[in-house]
């Protein structure tokens, strides 16, 4: 694995406290939503999710949601597709997603979601960039606001690789 291409921006152990600071967090103030839907959107958001649940102290059910915008650009298309078999209705969501930039892909996957008569619908990012921003969207869960930098890792990917990198980091090119 080639570690030594990247510059570590945010190591193992900060991202593992935070996801474990913000699982408490949610764990507290949707306590009384009972059960909670998790939506992970893929395929950015696997490891953040994987890791998220294990750290929130609600019954959860997991599904997932195909999104995509980027192809193998490093700057959005403008055009998000989605896929999924999701039924929602009346159910408490928590949309998780691995980074809101632009916000066109949270704006759309939250417009969609709203379409199925969810009870609620909370969303939830690992990485913020509020100052990429083209739709005026906030989650109301984000474990770091990041300036505009390409960052891989954590399952955040660069053409489709590197998302398994432990850390998130910037490429050194
Ligand atoms: C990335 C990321 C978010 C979205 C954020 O997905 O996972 O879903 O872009 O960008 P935006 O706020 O500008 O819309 P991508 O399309 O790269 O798919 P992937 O998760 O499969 O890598």
Same mark, same amino acid.
């Given at each position: 694995?080639?570690?030594?291409?990247?510059?570590?921006?945010?190591?193992?152990?900060? *991202? $593992?406290?935070?996801?474990?600071? !913000?699982?408490?967090?949610?764990?507290?103030?949707?306590?009384?939503?009972?059960?909670?839907?998790?939506?992970?959107? !893929? =395929?950015?958001?696997?490891?953040?999710?994987?890791? @998220?649940?294990?750290? *929130?102290?609600?019954?959860?059910?997991?599904?997932?949601?195909? $999104?995509?915008?980027?192809?193998?650009?490093?700057?959005?298309?403008?055009?998000? @597709?989605?896929?999924?078999?999701?039924? *929602?209705?009346?159910?408490?969501?928590?949309?998780?997603?691995?980074?809101?930039?632009?916000?066109?892909?949270? $704006?759309?996957?939250?417009?969609?979601?709203? =379409?199925?008569?969810?009870?609620? !619908? =909370?969303?939830?990012?690992?990485?913020? =960039?509020?100052? $990429?921003?083209?739709?005026?969207?906030?989650?109301?869960?984000?474990?770091?606001?990041?300036?505009? !930098?390409?960052?891989?890792?954590?399952? @955040?990917?660069?053409?489709?690789?590197?998302?398994? @990198?432990?850390? *998130?980091?910037?490429?050194?090119?």
């Amino acid at each position: 694995m080639p570690e030594e291409q990247f510059r570590e921006f945010i190591s193992t152990e900060q *991202i $593992a406290d935070r996801v474990r600071e !913000l699982g408490r967090t949610i764990t507290e103030e949707l306590a009384d939503y009972g059960e909670l839907l998790v939506v992970c959107v !893929l =395929k950015g958001a696997f490891i953040f999710t994987a890791d @998220l649940v294990r750290h *929130i102290g609600l019954p959860c059910r997991i599904e997932f949601i195909r $999104a995509s915008s980027y192809g193998s650009h490093c700057t959005s298309s403008g055009t998000v @597709l989605l896929t999924h078999d999701l039924t *929602i209705e009346g159910r408490n969501v928590l949309l998780v997603e691995d980074i809101v930039d632009t916000g066109l892909t949270l $704006a759309c996957i939250t417009e969609e979601l709203r =379409k199925l008569n969810p009870a609620s !619908l =909370k969303s939830c990012c690992l990485l913020d =960039k509020p100052s $990429a921003r083209k739709k005026a969207v906030r989650p109301d869960y984000t474990a770091f606001t990041i300036p505009d !930098l390409f960052v891989v890792g954590y399952g @955040l990917d660069m053409a489709g690789r590197f998302r398994e @990198l432990p850390f *998130i980091g910037i490429p050194e090119t």
